[in-house]
């Protein structure tokens, strides 16, 4: 079994700055594109940025310039360093990894975490 358990959500105020993480844990033989969505009340879940196993990344327009994701494969975790927060930013943010896992090493399933919680106050 394959779990992915992030932390760094919380509450600022707009203009601030927060730092997620998302470190997966389990039966992994390898992570190949791993991702933060978000999910604001009312709205559908949306994409904010994915990153893959090389380094390449990919932003929604509404965070391009202000959020930086990263990863560290040894340790299995992805980061997503957002900055000049803005209100509209408020939603629960979630990651999301493929993983191959050791007993279905030539199979990518897409496992999430369970949401961390990021509020901007203006």
């Known amino acids: 079994q394959v779990q992915l358990v992030e932390s760094g959500g919380g509450l600022v105020q707009a203009g601030g700055s927060l730092k997620l993480s998302c470190a997966a844990s389990g039966s992994i033989f390898s992570i190949d594109t791993m991702g933060w969505y978000r999910q604001a009340p009312g709205k559908q879940r949306e994409l904010v940025a994915t990153?893959?196993?090389?380094?390449?990344?990919n932003y929604a327009d509404s965070v391009k310039g202000r959020f930086t994701i990263s990863r560290d494969n040894a340790k299995k975790t992805q980061y997503l360093q957002m900055t000049s927060l803005k209100p509209e930013d408020t939603a629960v943010y979630y990651c999301n990894a493929a993983v191959r896992t050791l007993v279905a090493r030539s199979i990518s399933y897409t496992y999430w975490g369970q949401g961390t919680q990021v509020t901007v106050s203006s």
């Open positions: 990153i893959t196993r090389a380094g390449s990344t």
